[in-house]
Antibody, heavy 113, light 110 residues
């Protein structure tokens, strides 16, 4: 069974940092492109970042460019999102996803003083 | 960047009725890379349709997708109580930031 399990969310002050992790199992993680997608409370889905299967190609949404860093460790079947200079508008549930098929359950990030 | 516009924003229907949801793209989208998701409160999105018309594993046949170019449709032939939820379309074929989502359609009980 395919599983994607996010962790690392929580409450952080504006300007702070968090590192999200996504543990993958049940499929050949190293063969799949991965993404982070977020959803602010009561809002729709917003793509955040993409990483190719090897990690050599990376893209970011303009809203997070320069502040967030996506990475992966294929030996550990894990995806990461380093989030710096966090703002109130980054408050959201963050999902890791192998689009379109597999999604994690999400981890909540709250940016507030 | 391709913009996806979903309509209507809210659809009020009764169980047993037919639901027709629209997703219109600002420019042509490859049918191979158009997906529909269902999302219930507190849950992650669930893939219903990929490639515009292929049902994902375990999805009932009352869900069907159609369309090409800039106009796509999700049809639920007879609404079951568990189908009341928010539905999103997404195109995922072009390089990011091509992974765009529509704004969603809420299907609510009338």
């Amino acid at each position: 069974e395919v599983q994607l399990v996010e962790s690392g969310g929580g409450l952080v002050q504006p300007g702070g940092s968090l590192r999200l992790s996504c543990a993958a199992s049940g499929f050949t993680f190293s063969s799949y492109e991965m993404n982070w997608v977020r959803q602010a409370p009561g809002k729709g889905l917003e793509w955040v970042s993409y990483i190719s299967s090897s990690g050599s190609t990376i893209y970011y949404a303009d809203s997070v460019k320069g502040r967030f860093t996506i990475s992966r460790d294929n030996a550990k079947n894990s995806l990461y999102l380093q989030m710096n200079s966090l703002r109130a508008e980054d408050t959201a549930v963050y999902y890791c996803a192998s689009i379109p098929t597999h999604w994690g359950q999400g981890t909540l990030v709250t940016v507030s003083s | 960047e391709i913009v996806l516009t979903q309509s209507p924003g809210t659809l009020s229907l009764s169980p047993g009725e037919r639901a027709t949801l629209s997703c219109r793209a600002s420019q042509s989208v490859s049918s191979s890379y158009l997906a529909w998701y269902q999302q219930k409160p507190g849950q992650a999105p669930r893939l219903l349709i990929y490639g515009a018309s292929s049902r994902a594993t375990g999805i009932p046949d009352r869900f069907s997708g159609s369309g090409s170019g800039t106009d796509f449709t999700l049809t639920i032939s007879r609404l079951e109580p568990e189908d009341f939820a928010v539905y999103y379309c997404q195109q995922y074929g072009s390089s990011p930031p091509g992974l765009t989502f529509g704004g969603g359609t809420k299907v609510e009980i009338k």
